[in-house]
């Protein structure tokens, strides 16, 4: 049964003001990386973010191209004013970037294990950049390539996808198909790959970072002398981490979840809900706005206080013992482990050991997606899964 009307109207102009906001929000992340702060980019986290949202531009592009691209005459397509020239331009953009977007997007949970994993040293990881370029721009523009070639770029929902034409034709054996070849294989790939980048590979790398972060979290238990302040600081570090990992795939999932849905419910009973897909097709024009703002909230939650607190030992009487921490700048490994030495060989280290957390505090966030080298960061030290060095070993904190 061919959409009334109103749900014409509803396809055709529903998601544009959707799309212009993530357009728009699109444009301004890379306004604030390429312009504004331009010093990011020497984060690999930062630039896969920008490499997305170049890709996210023309994606969204497409649904304010909307239903004018689909070719002039087409039944059942408000505003249908194309031809099948601009339906498959739409087409091939549409269904080669919404491989490239997860595809980046899937990525940050990889570097942000392997960030982990390394410490923070980036030139111990940045050898994955490369690959991730050629996989998100080549695989998915041969994909569409292969589609423009069968003709399968037709008039769907919002404008044109994979599809054959006219509309029906592939569940009704009495309407011919005028226009797509037979590429069932190459569909069931690419959906089951899609499935893979938005609902298997991040989540799989994130839990194996959070059991990975949270086993090494339980040695640190073990350690000796600073022991309370690290426990202390592993819990707060946990929570940063959950929170921060809940809002990435929560957002991942919220633009796609939708159409999944309509997917699933029309490959099941052959039917269509158009007021689903029509609220699915808003939904992921969506995306570059959601995007945007998990990329901006995730920096606010490693930036907002409170932080990582208690890794100042306390403020005490006693000038002999005092530890003190340089106020003017970050506190570093160095400087706990400096500090924790003062301790450690103090002959009343077992009273500063009872005043741990009654003195001073500073604070520290930290990003599980982003990271900061190794010697800029206290977070750093709580990472560590091999053996320490001697001096580790030496201050009673290593594994």
């Not at 980036?122 to 994909?143: D, G, L, Q, S, T």
């Not at 989540?203 to 090494?216: A, E, F, G, Q």
């Not at 796609?256 to 490959?267: A, G």
């Not at 900061?372 to 206290?378: A, H, I, K, T, Y």
């Amino acid at each position: 049964m061919p959409p009334s009307i109103a749900q014409q109207r509803g396809f055709a102009y529903a998601p544009i003001p959707f799309a212009i906001l993530s357009f728009l929000s699109s444009t301004y992340v890379i306004y604030y990386l390429l312009i504004k702060e331009q010093q990011k980019l020497e984060r690999l986290y930062h630039r896969l973010i920008l490499a997305m949202n170049f890709a996210l531009l023309p994606l969204t592009f497409t649904y304010i191209w909307s239903t004018f691209a689909v070719p002039d005459g087409t039944p059942d397509y408000v505003g249908a004013v194309g031809s099948i020239a601009t339906c498959t331009a739409q087409g091939f953009i549409f269904q080669m970037l919404s491989i490239t977007v997860p595809t980046y997007y899937g990525s940050l949970s990889l570097q942000a294990y392997l960030g982990i994993k390394n410490e923070f040293q980036e030139e111990k990881y940045r050898w994955i950049e490369i690959p991730i370029h050629i996989f998100a721009w080549c695989v998915p523009a041969a994909v569409a390539s292969i589609v423009a070639v069968t003709e399968n770029f037709n008039p769907k929902g919002s404008g044109c996808s994979l599809t054959k034409a006219p509309r029906g034709c592939e569940a009704d054996p009495l309407i011919p198909c005028e226009r797509g070849e037979d590429i069932d294989m190459l569909e069931y790939t690419v959906g089951l790959g899609v499935a893979f980048l938005y609902f298997i590979f991040p989540p799989t790398i994130v839990l194996v970072m959070h059991r990975w972060i949270k086993r090494i979290g339980r040695k640190a238990e073990d350690s000796r002398g600073m022991q309370q302040i690290r426990h202390n600081a592993r819990k707060q570090m946990m929570r940063q981490v959950v929170k921060q990992m809940s809002l990435y795939l929560f957002s991942f999932w919220f633009t796609i979840v939708p159409t999944l849905i309509d997917f699933v419910y029309h490959t099941l009973t052959g039917k269509t809900i158009y007021e689903l897909l029509i609220f699915a097709n808003c939904i992921f024009a969506l995306q570059g706005f959601v995007m945007a703002m998990v990329y901006f909230a995730l920096q606010r939650s490693g930036d907002d206080e409170p932080k990582l607190e208690g890794i100042v030992a306390p403020d005490m009487a006693r000038s002999s013992t005092r530890t003190t921490f340089r106020d003017d700048h970050r506190t570093s490994v160095k400087d706990i482990q400096t500090n924790a030495n003062k301790v450690m060989t103090s002959p009343k280290s077992s009273e500063i050991d009872d005043d741990v957390g009654k003195g001073r505090r500073e604070s520290f966030g930290f990003n599980i997606f982003d990271g900061v080298p190794d010697e800029d960061s206290p977070w750093a030290e709580f990472f560590q899964d091999e053996g320490s060095d001697g001096e580790d070993d030496a201050l009673g904190v290593g594994y």
